[in-house]
């Protein structure tokens, strides 16, 4: 499978813990994109990247949340004592970038994560 | 601000049916607009953009600026059109380039019933 790949792909932890989700983009993808959704609402955006570079943060985005994409390939989505309202399906996409022209995004399966 | 509105969360329609999935949008500069469907246990997948003017599975969305409008349409609907289907939104930047972030509205699921 060449697509968006996310592990893991459910996740549940008490409230307090911290949690990490990995995506990896599909190959010489340059942008990489992080969303959440809720149920019964469409994905939210939260961050993107363009290569190693974190281009765009959303006010979503609290400080209990950190993005990273060390070399600009996979990338890590961590959450700092979760809380329950961090309950949702987290979402990854990655696009070719750069250029003229429609820019498609191809999402990942997602990673679902409870916080109980 | 950046708005995709959906209005109908469900929508059913019978086999052979006309079927129109309603989006409206707001967006104070060139947006560019598509269509997302989500198959059951399925990722979500683009089904259409309005730049390329194209119809996939017999599906035609066509961009009114006046109305600010990207209704999502077919003519004849089939069992397997059901599925969530998400209207979303993107900005243009310079030399006709996407920009980042996709808005989506909240998504209309389409029951199909044979």
């Known amino acids: 499978d060449t697509g968006v790949s996310q592990n893991p792909r459910h996740k549940i932890t008490k409230r307090g813990q911290n949690v990490t989700f990995r995506c990896d983009p599909i190959?010489?993808?340059?942008?990489l994109y992080w969303y959440r959704q809720t149920l019964g609402q469409g994905p939210e955006f939260l961050t993107y990247f363009q290569n190693e570079a974190q281009l765009e943060k959303s006010r979503l985005l609290s400080d209990r949340f950190s993005a990273e994409r060390p070399k600009g390939s996979f990338s890590t989505l961590e959450i700092q004592r979760t809380e329950q309202g961090d309950s949702a399906m987290y979402l990854c996409?990655?696009?070719?970038?750069?250029?003229?022209?429609?820019?498609?995004?191809?999402f990942g399966p997602g990673t679902r994560l409870t916080v109980l | 601000a950046q708005r995709v509105t959906q209005p109908e969360k469900l929508l059913s329609v019978f086999k052979g049916a006309p079927v129109e999935l309603k989006c409206n949008y707001s967006?104070?500069?060139?947006?560019?607009l598509f269509w997302y469907v989500q198959y059951s246990r399925q990722r979500l997948q683009l089904l259409l953009r309005h730049i390329s003017r194209e119809s996939i599975k017999g599906f035609t969305a066509d961009l009114n600026k006046g109305e600010t409008s990207f209704h999502l349409k077919k003519p004849f609907a089939q069992e397997e059109d059901s599925a969530m289907y998400y209207c979303?939104?993107?900005?243009?930047?310079?030399?006709?380039?996407?920009?980042?972030?996709?808005?989506f509205g909240r998504g209309t699921q389409l029951t199909v019933w044979p």
């Open positions: 967006y104070s500069g060139s947006p560019e």
């Open positions: 979303a939104l993107s900005g243009r930047g310079g030399r006709g380039s996407t920009l980042g972030r996709l808005y």
């Open positions: 996409a990655s696009s070719p970038g750069g250029g003229r022209g429609t820019d498609t995004q191809y």
């Open positions: 190959s010489e993808h340059n942008r």
